[in-house]
Nanobody
Framework: QVQLVESGGGLVQAGDSLRLSCAAS????????MAWFRQTPGKEREFVTV????????YYADSVKGRFTISRDSAKNTVYLQMNSLRPEDTAIYYC???????????????????WGQGTQVTVSS
């Protein structure tokens, strides 16, 4: 049983920054990719970014490329999402997700991820 808990969300102004954290607890896999997805009302859950188990490979949605950075601290089973130059369209509930894999090209689809956090709200006002 693995639990993921996001934190760090909040209400900010356009152009501001936030850093989200996702801490895994319980019986975690030794090798797993971790990702961030986001969802707004009326939309499907959207891929944001993913990082491989080693931390050596990461991928980003075009909408956040150059603004967001994913990183992980494997010793702490924690992944971070540094969000810079936030825009109102970044407003969403952000979900942390993980699945067991050593792939350097982890999946970018919600269905591949078996472990999910409860989400943290990010609101960007203009």
């Amino acid at each position: 049983q693995v639990q993921l808990v996001e934190s760090g969300g909040g209400l900010v102004q356009a152009g501001d920054s936030l850093r989200l954290s996702c801490a895994a607890s319980g019986r975690t896999a030794s090798s797993y990719a971790m990702a961030w997805f986001r969802q707004t009302p009326g939309k499907e859950r959207e891929f944001v970014t993913v990082i491989s188990w080693s931390g050596g490979s990461s991928y980003y949605a075009d909408s956040v490329k150059g603004r967001f950075t994913i990183s992980r601290d494997s010793a702490k089973n924690t992944v971070y999402l540094q969000m810079n130059s936030l825009r109102p369209e970044d407003t969403a509930i952000y979900y942390c997700a993980a699945y067991s894999t050593k792939s350097l090209r982890p999946a970018q689809y919600p269905g591949a991820f078996g472990w999910w956090g409860q989400g943290t709200q990010v609101t960007v006002s203009s």
